[in-house]
């Protein structure tokens, strides 16, 4: 149910994604695009929040709820009534964000709603905002407490913290990430519910408020959630790595160690959202280097994967493919995520395209990829069948990509 949530919210949020490139590629000089500046700021709006709440954050728990279970050989989650609770939640939320478009209209202020633009009065667009993520919110934090019960409860004998498969680790920190970070954007949500409906001044310009106090409150919750949707994805690529070179996981205690690290210290960075908040030198040295040494547990986690194909019988099957794809696609992404972490060239860079290029190009080289390999992976799993290859990879030439699954099946000697 949450990757069917996941796939109809894809569509939607990748809608809008068309409509501001086209709005981009029209609109410059004399001619003005097709979407007046209210309509886009909402559809930018939208997308984020779309593509962050209603698209990742169901496929990712999507795929934990799958596996989990199956991984750690329990039949269910251990509330399963709470759990099912989670996933309404979740939809509830969504719909809220889609009934917005026949009914009032939604934010303009950003998928993280910067507090002094976000009052909006007399708009419905913020309460859309507001109520669609706190009620996913909650949803979110109570799946949370659900799966690390489940892993740490519901473990079949035998199977120690040290012999559970990767993907459940990166489930377990996941999850670990999402109960110590997603009550700080319940918290802010409700503070700014109370600015816009009883007249409190938390994030106001005045009478002692201080939007910036809003802006590091998000970015608390937010930059942790970036982690919280690339770690259960780090694990698909490591049981689809092992696979298909037919080859033990390399380094599969540095793989637990690195992916510890990463969320230790993707709890400690979030000011480098906002290096330009002026908050001087040393906090800002502080904050660019513990970014930059989240480079290293990341680059462990890909050299780990390199060394698991190297002289490995490797099989260039769909999931692969897609696995192939992120490590370049995330490995760019990576870099110019340190580049980033430099506070005098984020000072230049600071929400520019540069800046809407890197977190694509980790994003959906990352999850994207992650989510349509994990599919395409586990899905005669879940139904008993394989999908058919001919709409997932090219068919030109005889090169080693064309391979796959099928010539396997062709050829008994195999
Ligand atoms: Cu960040």
Redesign the pocket.
């Known amino acids: 149910m949450y990757m069917v949530l996941g796939v109809v919210m894809l569509v939607r949020g990748f809608a809008d994604a068309v409509m501001m490139r086209l709005q981009q590629s029209m609109a410059f000089g004399e001619n003005l695009g097709y979407l007046p500046p209210h309509h886009y700021d909402q559809i930018f709006t939208a997308h984020g929040v779309i593509m962050i709440f209603f698209v990742a954050m169901p496929f990712v728990t999507g795929l934990m709820n799958y596996l989990v279970p199956l991984q750690i050989g329990a039949r269910d989650v251990s509330f399963p009534f709470l759990n099912n609770f989670s996933f309404w939640m979740t939809t509830g939320g969504a719909i809220l964000v889609m009934i917005s478009l026949f009914l009032g209209e939604f934010s303009t202020s950003g998928w993280l709603a910067l507090s002094n633009l976000g009052h909006q009065s007399g708009s419905t667009g913020l309460d859309y905002y507001i109520w669609g993520l706190q009620v996913a919110g909650v949803g979110t934090t109570l799946s949370g407490i659900n799966l690390i019960v489940t892993i740490i409860k519901m473990r079949a004998p035998g199977m120690n913290l040290m012999r559970m498969p990767v993907f459940t680790w990166t489930a377990l920190c996941t999850n670990a990430l999402i109960v110590a970070s997603f009550p700080v954007l319940t918290a802010a949500l409700v503070l700014m519910s109370l600015d816009r409906y009883v007249g409190t001044h938390f994030f106001s310009n005045d009478f002692g408020g201080n939007p910036m106090l809003y802006v590091n409150l998000i970015?608390i919750w937010?930059?942790p959630e970036?982690y919280i949707l690339i770690l259960p994805c780090f694990g698909v690529f490591s049981e689809i790595v092992a696979t298909f070179s037919r080859k033990r996981l390399f380094g599969y205690t540095s793989m637990v160690y690195a992916t510890v690290c990463i969320t230790i210290l993707s709890y400690l960075?979030?000011l480098?959202?906002f290096f330009t908040m002026g908050s001087g030198a040393s906090v800002n040295t502080f904050f660019g280097i513990t970014?930059m040494i989240i480079s290293i547990p990341t680059g462990a986690k890909i050299f780990n994967w390199l060394f698991t194909m190297y002289r490995g019988r490797i099989r260039f099957t769909v999931p692969m493919l897609w696995t192939i794809g992120f490590m370049v696609t995330f490995a760019i992404g990576g870099m110019t995520g340190v580049l980033l972490a430099v506070p005098p060239a984020d000072f230049v860079l600071h929400n520019s395209l540069f800046l809407i290029a890197h977190f694509h190009n980790v994003i959906i080289g990352g999850v994207v990829f992650a989510v349509f390999a994990g599919i395409n992976y586990w899905y005669p799993k879940a139904f008993g069948y394989r999908l058919n290859e001919f709409w997932a990879r090219p068919r030109s030439g005889s090169g080693w990509w064309a391979s796959g699954w099928r010539s396997r099946r062709c050829t008994s000697s195999v």
Request: aromatic share 22%; glycine share 12%.
């Open positions: 970015w937010g930059h970036v960075v979030w480098h959202h970014t």
